[in-house]
Each structure stands twice: as structure tokens, then as C-alpha cells.
């Protein structure tokens, strides 16, 4: 499994795709720009026994 497969399984998605930006081994790789945002995070993990809040999201 692709640490890209890995990473939408995860409930992020791509918001952003740098083409050919990274000479890896001999070919052009693309750079691709992940994000959740928290509303999205928590509904995820709103069934789970605890609720470890995002890093990012802000305290009110």
C-alpha cells in the first residue's frame, strides 16, 4: 500500500499537485499537497471512546 493510499484512507484529501517537481532516482515525481480539515477530522472520530483533539484546530 502507497503512503498515498495510506493517507486518503486516512480521510485527507488532495487539495494540491506540484507536476514534475522532484527529480527522484532518474524520473520526475509530483509533490502532492494533503489536507483535513477539522470538522471533517472530528466527524471521523466522533464514535470513538475519546476524542484527542487535532492539533490544529483552534480553542474557543
Known sequence: MTKLMLTLESGFKEEGRKRRCNWV?????????????????????????R?????????E
Open 25 to 49: 532516482e532518474g524520473h520526475w515525481e509530483d509533490m502532492i499537497h494533503m489536507g483535513i480539515l477539522d470538522d471533517e477530522w472530528a466527524a471521523m472520530h466522533r464514535d470513538e471512546d
Open 51 to 59: 476524542l484527542l483533539p487535532s492539533p490544529y484546530v483552534r480553542s
